[in-house]
């Protein structure tokens, strides 16, 4: 499978509790991008990674949130004492540092419910 | 800011008619690009097609065909002949500087095909 794969597909958890997510992006995609997308809206973009190096941040990415891609290879996303309002589908994109071509590629994403 | 802008919450369509989804874009660089995605139920977000700001060409990816009017900043998505599997939402999205940064999306158009 050379697709981006995010794992869990879905997560349950009860409020103020931790979660991680994780993302495997296509192996010779250098960049990787977290972005989240709450109901009937598009995707916001969270930050993004140059190999290992997280080269930007949005302001949505509160102190709670954290992302790491410590090899330059998958990434992981973790929230911190999880709230209601960080409900949302949590989708993993990667892509090559060419400058424009044919776009990211996403993966499946992971939906999160706090409870 | 930049801002994308799709009006269309839904759209109904018959099946092997054209539909044209649209979207209109809002930013003061000279250099951008812009792509559309679709999203089936699944979640995972597909790239369709991408049109750069100094294209002189519409483009075009088999049923897909990007309606560039740069001076009206929309770009429009065709799709030609719909079929049963297009039903999803679809994206419009933007990005800054034409290369690809991080992307910043609609808030999308749902589409049903009708057999």
């Known amino acids: 499978d050379t697709g981006v794969s995010q794992n869990p597909r879905h997560k349950i958890t009860k409020r103020g509790q931790n979660v991680t997510f994780r993302c495997d992006p296509i192996?010779?995609?250098?960049?990787l991008y977290w972005y989240r997308q709450t109901l009937g809206q598009g995707p916001e973009f969270l930050t993004y990674?140059?190999?290992?190096?997280?080269?930007?941040k949005s302001r949505l990415l509160s102190d709670r949130f954290s992302a790491e891609r410590p090899k330059g290879s998958f990434s992981t996303l973790e929230i911190q004492r999880t709230e209601q309002g960080d409900s949302a589908m949590y989708l993993c994109?990667?892509?090559?540092?060419?400058?424009?071509?044919?776009?990211?590629?996403f993966g499946s994403g992971t939906r999160l419910t706090v409870v | 800011a930049q801002k994308i802008t799709q009006t269309q919450p839904g759209m109904f369509v018959q099946e092997k008619e054209a539909v044209t989804l649209d979207c209109t874009y809002d930013?003061?660089?000279?250099?951008?690009?812009l792509f559309w995605y679709k999203q089936p139920s699944s979640g995972e977000m597909i790239f369709l097609i991408y049109q750069g700001s100094y294209d002189e060409q519409n483009a075009t990816e088999g049923r897909y065909s990007l309606n560039f009017q740069k001076a009206r900043k929309s770009a429009n998505l065709v799709i030609s002949a719909s079929q049963l599997g297009d039903s999803a939402m679809y994206f419009c999205?933007?990005?800054?500087?034409?290369?690809?940064?991080?992307?910043?999306f609609g808030k999308g158009t749902k589409l049903s095909v009708k057999p």
């Open positions: 192996s010779e995609h250098n960049r």
């Open positions: 999205a933007m990005s800054q500087g034409g290369s690809q940064g991080n992307l910043i």
């Open positions: 930013t003061s660089d000279q250099s951008y690009g």
């Open positions: 994109a990667s892509s090559l540092d060419l400058g424009v071509n044919y776009g990211y590629t």
């Open positions: 990674f140059q190999n290992e190096a997280q080269l930007e």
